[in-house]
Each structure stands twice: as structure tokens, then as C-alpha cells.
């Protein structure tokens, strides 16, 4: 006798519940995938261009069928109940936002680490930070509709809108007209060690593929200088700090 093939009418509630968060994530890697490929490909910065195309085309595809379903409209792009929530709820989201990718990030490192030990989920948060930076740089940039060279005002403005920057505490000191003081007064995982008596994270390796790159994807001119980052030594009122700077024509000319 032929057996019945495997279909959505055998399953329960509950795992066609599972089958449709699972499809949700293989669309989010799927779209990865499709940028990495167009990466590989094309290079990095056409990659972003051919992206914001098929991301804006994608977004409002996926979701007005799913506004169709679930009774909400969308209004330029954007699901009309999150147009109606107060801003303390959206704020409170972008929070709880900032907080899974952080976790998600987290989760990675260990599960990295658990199988293949520190040092190899030290090189692999290095590297993915070479991507991912540039790409939120990018990403922000285009939210805030930035020009080409923001300069460090526009640097100012991106760095308060990272996944970060509802997650941790930060604060920014201009020293300058080109030169500002980044300082991370508050960070969600330090502050969990400190408290379980563990020593700092080592994050200055990564911190320097970071900051460098997403100050650099703001304006090719912007300098990173890092004051301090674990394991250095820092004061009780910050973790790490960052100089983000833009040399003047006349040192430039100096240099050469």
C-alpha cells in the first residue's frame, strides 16, 4: 500500500504553530543567504544597493499578506497598529528589540564556545563584526537619510539609533567641530559578569572591528581612536571609550 506523503493536514495546532515559526526563520536566512551570494558576487557595496531594493519590494509583499490575514493595514510600509501604539510602547519595543538581538548574539558565542572552546568564538564574534557593522551603518544611515560625508554630527546622530544604544547606557562628548568622545557608560554584559564576581569580557579586539567600521561606513573620513576597552583598565564610569575624529587638510598634508 502507498504511503500518504507528509502534509500540513496531519499536524496538530501546536505544530503547525512550530512549522510557521520556523518558516519565518528560513525566510530571515534565506534572505541572508541571497546577500551573501550577491556579496560574494558583486562585492559588498553592490550587494547593499541591490539589497535596499529588494528589501523595500520584500517588505511590503510579506507584509500585506500578512496584514490580510490578521486584520491590521499597512500604511507606507509600516504595520498600522505600530502607528497607533504611544511612543513610551514603541520605545519599550525597540528596547525589548535591542535586548533579543543582543541575546541572539550571545547565544551564537556560546554555542560556539561550547563546541569549539573561547579563542575559536573570539575570531568568529571578530569576523562577524566586520559584516555587521558596516551593514547597520548602512542600514541606519539610510533611516536617517544621511549624506554621503554626515561627518561626526551624523556619526552622533547613528550611533544613538545601534541595536545598542536602548540596551546599554552610552553618552557622547564633543571635544571638537571633528572630533567626539564615545563612552560606554553602561554595558548589558559586563554588568552581568561584574555582578557574578567574573572578571570583564575581552572585548577590545572586537570592539576595534566594530567602531572602526561603522564609524568609517558613516564617513570615510572618520578616525577610531580607542581610549580604553577590556581587558584594559577603565574607570567605574565607563566600560569602553571611543575617539571618532576627522583629521584637518593641513595635518593630512603634513602626513604625506
Known amino acids: 500500500m502507498e504511503e500518504q506523503g507528509l502534509s500540513t493536514e496531519n499536524l496538530s495546532g501546536r505544530e503547525l504553530a512550530e512549522l510557521a515559526v520556523d518558516m519565518m526563520h528560513r525566510t530571515m536566512v534565506h534572505h541572508i543567504f541571497w546577500f551573501k551570494e550577491v556579496e560574494h558576487q558583486m562585492g559588498f557595496e553592490k550587494a547593499l544597493e541591490i539589497m535596499a531594493n529588494a528589501y523595500n519590494n520584500s517588505r511590503g509583499i510579506q507584509l500585506n499578506r500578512l496584514g490580510k490575514l490578521f486584520g491590521f493595514k499597512v500604511i507606507d510600509g509600516i504595520?498600522?497598529?505600530?502607528?497607533?501604539?504611544?511612543?513610551?510602547?514603541?520605545?519599550?519595543?525597540?528596547?525589548?528589540?535591542?535586548?533579543?538581538?543582543?541575546?541572539?548574539?550571545?547565544?551564537?558565542?556560546?554555542?560556539?564556545?561550547?563546541e569549539?572552546?573561547?579563542?575559536?568564538?573570539?575570531?568568529?564574534?571578530?569576523?562577524c563584526w566586520a559584516w555587521f557593522s558596516p551593514f547597520e551603518a548602512w542600514s541606519v544611515k539610510r533611516l536617517l537619510n544621511l549624506p554621503e560625508r554626515p561627518g561626526t554630527e551624523g556619526l552622533k546622530k547613528a550611533l544613538q539609533l545601534r541595536l545598542y544604544a536602548k540596551v546599554n547606557v552610552q553618552s557622547i562628548i564633543d571635544e571638537g567641530p571633528d572630533s567626539i568622545l564615545f563612552r560606554m557608560n553602561h554595558c548589558r554584559v559586563q554588568a552581568a559578569r561584574k555582578s557574578k564576581g567574573m572578571e570583564d569580557y575581552p572585548c577590545k579586539s572586537?570592539?576595534?572591528?566594530?567602531?572602526?567600521?561603522?564609524?568609517?561606513?558613516?564617513?570615510?573620513?572618520?578616525?577610531?581612536?580607542?581610549?580604553?576597552?577590556?581587558?584594559?583598565?577603565?574607570?567605574?564610569e565607563w566600560f569602553c571609550a571611543w575617539r571618532f575624529y576627522i583629521e584637518k587638510e593641513s595635518e593630512l598634508q603634513c602626513s604625506k
Not at 116 to 127: F, I, P, Q, T, V
Open 206 to 236: 572586537a570592539g576595534l572591528v566594530e567602531y572602526t567600521n561603522f564609524a568609517r561606513s558613516i564617513d570615510s573620513r572618520i578616525k577610531t581612536e580607542c581610549i580604553g576597552c577590556p581587558p584594559d583598565d577603565h574607570p567605574e
Open 116 to 127: 569549539h572552546g573561547m579563542l575559536e568564538a573570539k575570531r568568529c564574534n571578530d569576523s
Open 79 to 114: 504595520p498600522e497598529p505600530l502607528l497607533n501604539m504611544t511612543s513610551e510602547k514603541l520605545t519599550e519595543l525597540i528596547g525589548i528589540l535591542g535586548v533579543n538581538w543582543l541575546a541572539g548574539d550571545g547565544v551564537w558565542f556560546q554555542a560556539v564556545e561550547a
